[in-house]
Nanobody, 123 residues
Framework: QVQLVESGGGLVQAGGSLRLSCAAS????????MGWWRQAPGKEREYVSA????????YYADSVKGRFTLSRDNAKKTVYLQMNSLKPEDTAVYYC????????????????WGQGTQVTVSS
């Protein structure tokens, strides 16, 4: 069983930066792929980024490529989403996800999800 707790959301102006964190419980964190999805008001949940268990492979949606960076610290059981050059369209609730298979995280069918953290980007 894995529990995920997101933090780091908030209000930022367009062009600014935020760093989201997702802390995981459990002893097998380094066997899980991790990732982020987001959901804006009135829209479907959207894939953002994913990272393999070892951290060597990272994947990004085209909408965030070049602006967001996903990393992980397996010793701290935490993943970090550094978000730069934020745009109003990045406004959403951001959810952390985990699964043993990175493809399941990318498809949105991961086994574990956090409760979400709100990111609001003002224009």
């Amino acid at each position: 069983q894995v529990q995920l707790v997101e933090s780091g959301g908030g209000l930022v102006q367009a062009g600014g930066s935020l760093r989201l964190s997702c802390a995981a419980s459990g002893r097998t964190f380094n066997t899980y792929a991790m990732g982020w999805w987001r959901q804006a008001p009135g829209k479907e949940r959207e894939y953002v980024s994913a990272i393999t268990p070892c951290g060597f492979g990272t994947y990004y949606a085209d909408s965030v490529k070049g602006r967001f960076t996903l990393s992980r610290d397996n010793a701290k059981k935490t993943v970090y989403l550094q978000m730069n050059s934020l745009k109003p369209e990045d406004t959403a609730v951001y959810y952390c996800a985990a699964d043993v298979a990175v493809q399941r995280v990318i498809r949105g069918s991961g086994d574990y999800w956090g409760q979400g953290t709100q990111v609001t980007v003002s224009s």
